[in-house]
């Protein structure tokens, strides 16, 4: 098994920055793609950023710009930088890793932007 643990989450002001980090336990071998997805009180759990084992990237509309997905193979650790932070960003963050043998979920880490 492979546990994902997320990092990074806090309370920041509007206009502000946070990275988060999402860390593998071990190697994982075979992934298609890695992921982090948000969950906003009251609403549904959303996409916000994926990255492929081939490198391509996609963003929500609403981040794009704004956020940034990276990973360092190295460290087993997938990123996501985000800039100028909105109240609207509020949310719990989780990392996501997926191949046809494995589904894999953080924990989730807290991202408050205050108003």
């Known amino acids: 098994q492979v546990q994902l643990v997320e990092s990074g989450g806090g309370l920041v002001q509007p206009g502000g920055s946070l990275r988060l980090s999402c860390a593998a336990s071990?190697?994982?071998?075979?992934?298609?793609?890695a992921g982090w997805y948000r969950q906003a009180p009251g609403k549904q759990r959303e996409m916000v950023a994926t990255?492929?084992?081939?490198?391509?990237?996609e963003y929500a509309d609403s981040v794009k710009g704004r956020f940034t997905i990276s990973g360092d193979n190295a460290k087993n650790t997938v990123y996501l930088q985000m800039n100028s932070l909105k109240p609207e960003d509020t949310a719990v963050y989780y990392c996501n890793l997926v191949s046809p043998r494995y589904n894999y979920w953080g924990q989730g880490t807290q991202v408050t932007v205050s108003s």
């Open positions: 990255i492929t084992n081939g490198g391509i990237r």
């Open positions: 071990k190697t994982t071998f075979g992934f298609y793609a």
